[in-house]
């Protein structure tokens, strides 16, 4: 099972990147799949969450309206787009698979953002 992320990077504050998270060794498309994000000296936090058809997703509040959240099945791939980003956006963002069937979980190993002028 394999869960790699990239696409992080150094960003000014106002704009943007584009996260991404290629899945393999697993049934994707049965997995609810999310991005958290972890800043120095703080608690890992969900950031986003989609279904594994991709009909639901959810945000956290302070990124709605700024993030949005993608899959493709076929591709076994998820995305993150980041818009707006923040200086608090700063994080080192993973890509979490999650099957409430089976009760197994996966974790990628984190992709660094940061937000700074």
């Known amino acids: 099972v394999q869960l790699v992320e990239s696409g992080g990077g150094l960003v000014q504050p106002g704009g943007s990147l584009r996260l991404s998270c290629a899945a393999s060794?697993?049934?994707?498309?049965?997995?609810?799949m999310s991005w958290y994000r972890q800043a120095p000296e703080k608690e890992r936090e969900l950031v986003a969450r989609?279904?594994?058809?991709?009909?639901?997703?959810n945000y956290a509040d302070s990124v709605k309206g700024r993030f949005t959240m993608s899959r493709d099945n076929a591709k076994n791939t998820v995305s993150l787009q980041m818009n707006s980003l923040k200086p608090e956006d700063t994080a080192v963002y993973y890509c979490?698979?999650?099957?409430?069937?089976?009760?197994?979980?996966?974790w990628g190993q984190g992709t660094q953002v940061t937000v700074s002028s």
């Open positions: 979490y698979a999650y099957d409430v069937v089976r009760q197994r979980n996966y």
């Open positions: 989609m279904s594994g058809g991709g009909g639901s997703t």
């Open positions: 060794g697993f049934t994707f498309s049965t997995y609810t």
